[in-house]
């Protein structure tokens, strides 16, 4: 659904961000800075979710060998698991 909305921006930032974003316009400046936005976003709480996974598997699994890389094994294929869609 698209709006019309007025604002009042910085036009040094507005110049900026189309250059950075490689817009040709100012609206495409804001829409493709917003679709950034909401992509860092999900990268975020994906990269959330999946710590909380690694931690709560890593109490599930009590203590460990001295040898950390069993956990970290263990975690990698947590995490090829959640990439896969099983997860």
């Known amino acids: 659904m698209l709006k019309y ?9 507005v110049q900026r ?5 490689n817009a040709k ?7 493709k800075a917003l679709d950034r ?4 976003d999900q990268e975020r709480l994906r ?10 598997l890593r109490r599930n699994l009590g203590k460990m060998e001295d040898d950390p890389t069993l956990w970290i094994h263990i ?6 698991l959640s990439h896969d869609g099983g997860g």
């Open 37 to 40: 936005v909401i992509l860092e």
């Open 75 to 80: 975690a990698r294929e947590e995490r090829t």
């Open 5 to 13: 909305k007025h604002m009042r921006l910085d036009q040094n930032k």
């Open 47 to 56: 990269r959330k979710k999946i710590v909380k996974r690694i931690t709560d």
């Open 17 to 21: 961000a189309k250059k950075v974003l």
């Open 25 to 31: 316009t100012e609206t495409d400046a804001l829409d």
